[in-house]
Nanobody
Framework: VQLQASGGGLVQAGESLRLSCAASGRTFSDYAMGWFRQAPGKEREFVAAISWSGGSTSYADSVKGRFTISRDNAKNTVYLQMNSLKPEDTAVYYC?????????????????WGQGTLVTVSS
């Protein structure tokens, strides 16, 4: 499975971004998808996850109500819509695939990882 994340950039606080992660190499609906992030000097943390069907999602408390994860299985793509961005959202964002998994928050459950896309939020 190959994962290609895109959509990062530099925005001001309060603005929005949409990240995309395109998958290839396996039937996309075989796996749940997650977004994680890593800020400079910090450990990687869970952001959001979605089940294979899109019927179940989970979010970190820090992004709940501001971020929305979705997927389009016909396009082999998962999205992360990020609204009301804050400077503390600045990080490299990674998408990950959990084969036959659910919407797990645990990065150990994920089998494949994309290369990351940088999101910078200025105050």
């Amino acid at each position: 499975v190959q994962l290609q994340a895109s959509g990062g950039g530099l925005v001001q606080a309060g603005e929005s971004l949409r990240l995309s992660c395109a998958a290839s190499g396996r039937t996309f609906s075989d796996y749940a998808m997650g977004w994680f992030r890593q800020a400079p000097g910090k450990e990687r943390e869970f952001v959001a996850a979605i089940s294979w069907s899109g019927g179940s999602t989970s979010y970190a408390d820090s992004v709940k109500g501001r971020f929305t994860i979705s997927r389009d299985n016909a396009k082999n793509t998962v999205y992360l819509q990020m609204n009301s961005l804050k400077p503390e959202d600045t990080a490299v964002y990674y998408c990950a695939a959990d084969v036959y998994g659910g919407d797990s928050w645990d990065d150990h459950d994920y089998d494949y990882w994309g290369q990351g896309t940088l999101v910078t939020v200025s105050s």
